[in-house]
């Protein structure tokens, strides 16, 4: 298998602990943890989930960078044209496409993908940052049911 590591751009990466764990984590392009991230992937620590979480996380955090936002002020309806990007069923204006002509993600990535969001900005509003986003999120859920149309014709 051959390994390519992206230069320029968020990566997620295993990292050695002292104890001998390795968990997974996000990095920044000059190899710097992200701390929010990281904050939040620690809590998987151990579970299947933790790495899962992590390519789901870091995939979310280059489209929030490329739309020039910060985690800190964006809001649920941010989140749901996110979702709708990658594959989910939303009836909102999406924008320019996401993850390069990769194929939408199916229903359990959507799934998995919506859970990993809504954790992390709950993560994230119990911290004090985008309250108004924790609460909206306590309420509702983040949308996964997989565009059909989309699924059908591959983009």
Same mark, same amino acid.
């Given at each position: 298998? %051959?390994? $390519?590591?992206?230069?320029?751009?968020? @990566? %997620?990466?295993?990292?050695?602990?002292?104890?001998? +764990? @390795?968990?997974?984590?996000?990095?920044?392009p000059e190899g710097t943890i992200?701390?929010?991230?990281? @904050? /939040?992937? +620690?809590? $998987?620590?151990?579970?299947?989930?933790?790495? #899962?979480?992590?390519?789901?996380?870091?995939? $979310?955090? =280059?489209?929030?960078?490329?739309?020039?936002?910060?985690?800190?002020? %964006?809001?649920?309806?941010?989140?749901?044209?996110?979702?709708?990007?990658?594959?989910?069923?939303?009836?909102?204006?999406?924008?320019?496409?996401? =993850?390069? *002509?990769?194929?939408?993600? *199916?229903?359990?990535a959507l799934s998995t993908a919506?859970?990993?969001?809504?954790?992390?900005?709950?993560?994230? &509003?119990?911290?004090?940052?985008?309250?108004?986003?924790?609460?909206?999120?306590?309420?509702? =859920?983040?949308?996964?049911? &997989?565009? +059909? =149309?989309?699924? /059908?014709?591959? #983009?």
């Amino acid at each position: 298998m %051959v390994r $390519h590591v992206l230069v320029g751009d968020l @990566r %997620v990466q295993q990292i050695e602990r002292k104890d001998g +764990r @390795r968990p997974w984590t996000i990095v920044w392009p000059e190899g710097t943890i992200h701390t929010e991230a990281d @904050r /939040f992937l +620690r809590r $998987h620590d151990g579970s299947g989930a933790q790495k #899962t979480y992590a390519y789901y996380l870091v995939d $979310h955090l =280059r489209w929030l960078e490329r739309e020039c936002l910060a985690f800190g002020a %964006v809001q649920l309806r941010d989140l749901e044209r996110y979702m709708g990007l990658v594959g989910a069923e939303v009836r909102i204006p999406l924008g320019e496409p996401w =993850r390069g *002509g990769k194929c939408p993600y *199916g229903r359990s990535a959507l799934s998995t993908a919506a859970a990993c969001l809504k954790g992390f900005y709950l993560d994230q &509003a119990s911290l004090g940052v985008n309250g108004e986003l924790g609460r909206k999120l306590d309420k509702s =859920r983040l949308p996964s049911r &997989a565009d +059909r =149309r989309r699924s /059908f014709l591959g #983009t």
